[in-house]
Structure formats: structure tokens, C-alpha cells
């Protein structure tokens, strides 16, 4: 059972930055895809940047430029580093990995972006 934990969402004002950790149990070298999704209130689930299990990094259109997914192989642990940030990005963000045909995700963490 692989076990995700997430933290560091919080409320901050636009163009403010936050930085969120998932820390997962098993070794991230071992799944097929780690990223970062949210969700926003009333609408789906999206994905908002990830890494392959090639090690290539892909991100939302909508945060190229603001957002950098990395990740910390001797801690296990994924970042995602959140700059500029918008009203627009406010919303429940869950921890993803894949390993196989098994989906696994965090508790999410809520990012509030105030105006």
C-alpha cells in the first residue's frame, strides 16, 4: 500500500508564491507517474504538472512559466513549487502516483488565492 502525504497549501494574496511536498511511502523512482492534480469548487479534476517515469516533466498550459514540479529521490518526496500565483489557482490540490494498473492519491491540501 503506497501512502501519499501532502502539505504546505495555505491562503496567500495573487502574485504570491507557496510551496507544496508529497511525500510518498515507497521510492518515486518506482512509479509510472508522480504530478500534482486540483480540483476547484464546481469543477473537474485537472492535472497540473507531473513527471514520467522516464523522468520528463509535463505541466497545465494554464502554469507553464509559474509552476515547477521537482522532486527529492532521497526523501521520496515530490514539490511543487507555485510562483505568480492567481485567484484562479484556488482550489483542493491532491498528490497522484501511478504504479501499474494502481492509482493512488493524497488527502489534498487547499490553496486559496485571495485578490
Known amino acids: 500500500q503506497v501512502q501519499l502525504v501532502e502539505s504546505g497549501g495555505g491562503l496567500v494574496q495573487a502574485g504570491g508564491s507557496l510551496r507544496l511536498s508529497c511525500a510518498a511511502s515507497?521510492?518515486?523512482?518506482?512509479?509510472?507517474?508522480m504530478g500534482w492534480y486540483r480540483q476547484a469548487p464546481g469543477k473537474q479534476r485537472e492535472l497540473v504538472a507531473g513527471?514520467?517515469?522516464?523522468?520528463?516533466?509535463n505541466y497545465a498550459d494554464s502554469v507553464k512559466g509559474r509552476f515547477t514540479i521537482s522532486r527529492d529521490n532521497a526523501k521520496n518526496t515530490v514539490y511543487l513549487q507555485m510562483n505568480s500565483l492567481k485567484p484562479e489557482d484556488t482550489a483542493v490540490y491532491y498528490c497522484?502516483?501511478?504504479?501499474?494498473?494502481?492509482?493512488?492519491w493524497g488527502q489534498g491540501t487547499q490553496v486559496t488565492v485571495s485578490s
Open positions: 497522484n502516483a501511478v504504479r501499474g494498473v494502481y492509482s493512488y
Open positions: 515507497g521510492t518515486v523512482f518506482s512509479f509510472n507517474f
Open positions: 513527471f514520467t517515469s522516464s523522468g520528463s516533466t
